[in-house]
């Protein structure tokens, strides 16, 4: 019985200490960028590379990352949650010139184009850069828009994301 009652505890325990669900650690590697960087020293993003990361690891997380774009570049700005198998994020994506005032050029929510049988919830920002600069996007939830006090630390908000020419 004692024997029966321990292994119990121990599985008990075990299971106890195994939380929420992970991401594949091959498929999501993100430096932490919260942590590491902020909005004045992001990761560094190629136009056509993709990024994979998540929002998670701290009660708010915000994730930022930069590039170099000419005046007049058509690009846009992808931010993919519903085509990561088991993600939930709702991805809310700022834009930001970096300059002295630090005011995001654009933000978006949910501006994708929809296609069928996917949530919707991705977000795409389609701009022409007005001057040739240094351009910052910064990547958290939805649910921390407009909350000082809300909280999205779930493992599972994987995002893609993107920055192409149009």
């Known amino acids: 019985m004692k024997r029966i009652l321990s292994s119990l505890i121990g599985l008990s325990l075990l299971l106890a200490s195994c939380g929420q ?3 594949p650690a091959s498929e999501f590697n993100e430096v932490d960028l919260r942590k590491d960087t902020t909005r004045d020293v992001p990761a560094e993003v190629a136009v056509d ?8 690891g701290q009660d708010r997380d915000f994730d930022y990352y930069a590039f170099d774009a ?29 300059s002295d005032d630090g005011w995001p050029l654009l933000e978006k929510d949910d501006d994708n184009v929809y296609t069928p049988g996917e949530t919707g ?7 022409n850069a007005p001057v040739k600069g240094r ?15 809300a909280t999205d630390n779930n493992p599972m908000n994987l995002y893609t994301l993107k920055v192409s020419k149009r």
């Open 121 to 127: 919830l991705d977000s795409e920002i389609r701009f």
């Open 70 to 98: 000419d005046a007049d570049a058509r690009l846009q700005i992808n931010v993919m949650s519903s085509s990561v198998k088991g993600s939930t994020l709702d991805p809310y994506v700022k834009l930001y010139m970096v």
């Open 49 to 56: 590379q993709t990024f994979k990361g998540t929002i998670a």
């Open 135 to 149: 351009y910052v996007i910064e990547v958290t939830s939805f649910k921390l828009v407009n909350d000082p006090e």
């Open 21 to 23: 669900p992970q991401p």
